[in-house]
Structures are given as C-alpha cells and as structure tokens.
C-alpha cells in the first residue's frame, strides 16, 4: 500500500459536514430536472448559504420517490423520507397533499432555517483536482448526520461514494484556486442552477 503525507493526506476529507441557512426552496414534479431526466416523483431544490469565514450560496437538490401500490396511489414515503426528514429537522409540521405535491404554505415556513449537510468525494476532475458533492440528505446537528451517513455507506449509498481517490491518486491533488462565492452571484438573488449538487469547490473554502 502506497502511504502519503503533508498536504495530500491533511487538506482533503472524504466527506465534511457544515451549518447552511436555507434562503430559498423550489418543488418540481417533473422528470427534468435541469435538463436530465431522472425517475423520480418529486425534486426540491435548496438555495442554501454555508458560512466558513465567507458565505457561499449552493443549490442541494433532493430527488426522491413515493411508496405507491398498483394504481398508482401514494401509500407511504419510500424514498420520500429525505423529504419527511426535512421538515422534521426545520420543525416544520403539516401534511402533503393526496397527489404528492407540498402545499405552499409547508415550503414557505422552511426559508430561514438553519440545517447541516454533508459533503462527499466523488472523484477528480481532469485538471486533477478533488470533486465533492452534497448528499441529499439533512439534520439537525453534525453527529446525527454522520451517524445517518455511516449507516447510509453500510447499505452501499450513496454509491458514487469515491474515499479511495484520497489514496490511491499517485500524484498530489489539487485545491481549486477559482474559487469564490457561488462563482460572484448575487447574494440577494436565487439562482436554482446547480441541480448536481456539485460541491467541488467548496473545500477551498472549509480549509481556510
């Protein structure tokens, strides 16, 4: 086993969790998102801002499915709990709609809270540098959402999982110097443009 030390090893985790303060949320109950298509029932889309020192605004999207029996009717969350567990963390009380849409009012008492979302590594990028991105899952706290996400990697998900980069890359990888917050948006403007919740360069910002 090939072992590496100094930058290699320190700056770069296989997965980081950080505080983000939900500015905005967005359902869609297409099979585009994006422009990809996705077999999927439901799509909400986050705009959150994480701080570490600065602030930087990112797009979470979380796609999920409904239980539903031959006809077709929702019976149960399946994997529609991410959403159930969103407003669990948020506090927010209340119940879908027969057909799986949110009533408005529901998505509305989410903007202002405060959750905790993990970030992952997925691979490198062909100029070298490390390629993170944003499960689609959220608590309340740091330890229940490592705890959630251990136990996630047990069942085998999320399954572009990549840790082994970390040590099996024979050359030093590489911190992108391009970075900034939410590549000079606005910050007063909501801007759902990154449906793949590509977090690469946020960890420049969490090693400064």
């Known amino acids: 086993m090939e072992l590496y030390f100094g930058m290699f090893n320190s700056l770069r985790p296989p997965h980081f969790i950080q505080k983000a303060h939900i500015r905005a949320i967005k359902p869609t109950y297409n099979t585009e998102v994006f422009g990809i ?22 797009t979470l999207n979380i796609r999920c499915n409904y239980q539903k029996d031959q006809s077709g009717n929702i019976i149960g969350w399946s994997s529609a709990f991410k959403i159930s567990k969103l407003f669990n963390v948020t506090g927010v009380e209340g119940k ?82 391009d970075i900034g917050p939410s590549n000079n948006r606005n910050p007063g403007s909501v801007d759902f443009d990154d449906g793949l919740n590509d977090d690469s360069d946020d960890l420049g910002s969490l090693l400064c």
């Open 37 to 58: 298509l996705w077999n999927i029932d439901l799509s909400i889309l986050l705009d959150i801002v994480k701080r570490n020192g600065e602030s930087y605004s990112y």
């Open 96 to 177: 879908m709609n027969i057909d799986g849409t949110i009533p408005e009012g529901i998505l509305e008492s989410v903007i202002g809270k405060e959750i905790f979302v993990l970030s992952y590594i997925t691979g490198l990028r062909e100029d070298q540098s490390v390629k993170y991105q944003m499960w689609d899952v959220v608590e309340s706290d740091k330890q229940s959402l490592l705890k959630e996400f251990e136990l996630s990697m047990l069942k085998g998900y999320p399954k572009n999982y990549s840790p082994e980069v970390l040590t099996t890359h024979a050359k030093p990888l590489i911190v992108r110097s």
